[in-house]
């Protein structure tokens, strides 16, 4: 199990079996492949910019590929599933003078990794939060385990955002076809309009899967969209079934059901994030097809205040309290499976 791999250019490392292939990325951590050995399909997205470590960014030579500003140190190495620590969204005007990105330290950080009869195993020292997180990724048959866990590096109880970043792309990923399901039920749309394509009404309340749309109607999210251009942003509370939450995306193409199980006391919110072709700007250049399936604490992308501010939404916390010099652990399950149809729900292995 190979430590110092390329792959789309970048470090990294992976864990394989007859079934399944996981890489992560030695900088941000991200699990950029879930590769079915069956089907020869990564459900996951890779951007179609190139990709570069976080720490070789520099504004004077990226700018124009990546952008500038909080979030292009992040979009420059993006890929896959990425986790959102301990910010979901952007930093305040003050954090991001201290030099804190979009969606936290834990997306930009430099990662040891390290595999063992355990599995593979990933840690850093994220120095702006003040965290150490650390993730092992453990493999049974067609499903793949991750435990995780984070440690307060200070001597206060804080508020924190943790989100699974879950991005699919193509080919997975396909215009009209690919189908979705998930354990959700009261849901919102975000509160302003999400991007230059938005088709919902902004902050309307609905129940999953019929979210309003602007001009009259709703649409189904259980079908990933097939207009030319389009950006959205949802959440749902996921609280359908007590013990367990998920969602399973199917494409017909591959015939493969992919999805996440994850506890829902863990993590109470998913929110769904859309972007096809309506970013002009780069990196997006309005090439981008995206689907993100974002399961965490907090229902939306927004500042650490005003996650504070929004306190509670359905009668539900929208942040997680971690406590000074304690911990917090989650685990989930990723299941891939053959499929000639979308099934209805998945669970974790036996």
Not at 146 to 151: L, M, P, S, T
Not at 240 to 263: D, K, M, N, Q
Request: proline share 9%; aromatic share 10%; glycine share 10%.
């Amino acid at each position: 199990m190979p430590l110092n791999q390329i792959y789309h250019g970048r470090r990294a490392a992976s864990i394989e079996n007859e079934s399944v292939r996981v890489t992560v990325l030695a900088e941000g951590g991200h699990i950029a492949e879930v590769f079915d050995k069956q089907t020869g399909v990564n459900p996951l997205w890779t951007p179609p910019w190139p990709s570069i470590e976080p720490s070789t960014y520099d504004p004077a030579l990226h700018r124009d590929t990546y952008g500038a500003g909080a979030e292009a140190i992040l979009l420059a190495g993006i890929m896959g599933h990425n986790v959102c620590l301990d910010i979901f969204g952007g930093p305040s005007i003050e954090e991001a003078a201290s030099g804190l990105t979009v969606h936290g330290d834990a997306p930009v950080a430099p990662y040891a990794i390290s595999v063992s009869d355990d599995g593979l195993r990933l840690g850093a020292v994220l120095p702006l939060a003040q965290i150490r997180f650390e993730r092992l990724i453990t493999l049974r048959g067609r499903a793949v385990g991750i435990r995780e866990r984070v440690d307060s590096l200070c001597g206060f109880d804080r508020p924190i955002g943790w989100t699974q970043h879950v991005t699919l792309g193509p080919p997975f990923l396909e215009k009209g076809t690919t189908r979705f399901r998930a354990s959700a039920s009261q849901s919102r749309v975000f509160q302003s309009v999400f991007g230059a394509a938005d088709y919902l009404r902004p902050g309307a309340l609905f129940e999953w899967p019929d979210a309003p749309r602007a001009d009259g109607g709703s649409a189904d999210l259980r079908l990933f969209t097939g207009e030319p251009r389009s950006s959205a942003y949802t959440t749902h509370l996921m609280n359908a079934h007590p013990r367990t939450a998920f969602f399973v995306a199917f494409s017909p193409r591959s015939e493969l059901a992919f999805g996440y199980v994850w506890t829902p006391s863990d993590f109470p919110w998913m929110g769904i994030w859309e972007e096809n072709a309506s970013r002009l700007g780069p990196p997006w250049n309005g090439q981008t097809l995206t689907r993100a399936m974002e399961f965490g604490v907090s229902p939306f992308p927004e500042t650490r205040r005003a996650m504070v501010d929004r306190g509670r939404m359905f009668d539900t916390p929208t942040y997680r309290w971690l406590p000074a010099n304690g911990s917090l652990e989650a685990a989930y399950w990723i299941v891939l499976q053959n499929a000639t149809s979308i099934p209805e729900s998945i669970d974790e292995p036996a």
